[in-house]
């Protein structure tokens, strides 16, 4: 993995993910393979002995043979946000890759026409069959529908869209309670003690976990301590409930939890973790159990405004779901 891929994965979410409301809208050809393989999030698979009725199945998006002048196009709907970098995955793909390909984007309201105005957001480049193509992304304005040009033709097993979500959290009524954890209220998973059976941005993935993939699981821990996970809220708040869920965590969920904040000023996010064994606590140790969603409000310790939180599990396992529902703190 490159270290722009790392940095990304490590760091963004991917705006390009159903979950958030990303969508395939258009293919100006999709022949092998339709548009919707090309941001399913799985990741992609080849199966040797697969055809259908136009020919060998792929798992991605694949247009056929171009015989004529021009090129093909896509237009992909993500999630409203800042993009820092795209990976153009054309694994499997060998002498069926698309050559080259550009991105254009625009933030619209309603989904685009023959008149909608494009901007470039990535000059044409060239890719390598079965390969992460990954690029950076200059441009720090929101955006929530691209279009994939590929030229002229050929197949992208995947699309991700590396960013930060931007949602209008200063239109909505001070006096409702919202999850300021959410991903898709701008919320961002920073780090965590461990990641190995589970990523920690799925503790803030919209809707229910489907599954003991989908939540974040560490490691079986073999040493003294615990495990944890730093969370950036969307906006400043203040804390009134907290939910913390592990469905499908049966025979691996944390024995107790407890959870952190504080209000960040300053410093540098590269080493919160080590800022953060000063943080005041919130929710005191509380006792877990398996595949229970807990909600918790009485136990709540009052520190005021908070702009980051820190969930502590002991001593390991899997949490599938995190809901830290306040008040916004307008200034």
Not at 134 to 154: K, Q
Request: net charge negative; proline share 5%.
């Amino acid at each position: 993995m490159s270290d722009l891929l790392k940095h990304l994965t490590s760091f963004c979410v991917d705006l390009a993910q159903p979950r958030l409301g990303a969508d395939a809208v258009y293919a100006s050809d999709e022949f092998f393979a339709p548009l919707t393989r090309l941001i399913e999030p799985a990741e992609p698979v080849f199966i040797a002995d697969k055809y259908d009725d136009n020919g060998k199945w792929m798992d991605g998006w694949e247009t056929r043979r171009k015989r004529g002048e021009g090129y093909d196009h896509a237009i992909i709907k993500i999630c409203p946000g800042i993009i820092f970098g795209v990976d153009l995955n054309t694994a499997h793909f060998t002498g069926n890759f698309a050559p080259s390909a550009s991105i254009e984007a625009c933030y619209s309201r309603t989904p685009p026409t023959e008149s909608t105005r494009w901007f470039p957001l990535l000059s044409s480049m060239s890719l390598d069959g079965n390969s992460h193509n990954v690029f950076a992304i200059s441009s720090r304005e929101t955006w929530n529908y691209l279009r994939l040009n590929i030229y002229p033709d050929g197949g992208i097993a995947r699309l991700r869209v590396y960013g930060q979500v931007m949602a209008d959290l200063q239109g909505r009524d001070p006096a409702e309670e919202i999850d300021l954890a959410a991903m898709l209220n701008g919320g961002r998973a920073l780090c965590a003690s461990d990641m190995h059976f589970g990523h920690i941005s799925n503790l803030i993935a919209p809707g229910k976990g489907i599954n003991m993939g989908d939540g974040w699981e560490t490691r079986r821990r073999r040493e003294p301590g615990f495990d944890w996970a730093i969370l950036r809220l969307a906006d400043v708040g203040e804390i009134s409930r907290l939910v913390i869920d592990t469905a499908y965590f049966k025979g691996n969920y944390p024995y107790e939890c407890s959870v952190c904040g504080t209000l960040y000023r300053g410093g540098n996010e590269l080493s919160i973790a080590t800022q953060s064994l000063y943080w005041q606590e919130i929710l005191p140790t509380q006792r877990l159990a398996a595949d229970t969603e807990f909600t918790f409000v009485d136990e709540l310790r009052q520190i005021g405004a908070v702009s980051h939180l820190r969930l502590n599990i002991y001593p390991d396992g899997g949490v599938s779901r995190l809901r830290a529902f306040g008040h916004i703190r307008r200034e």
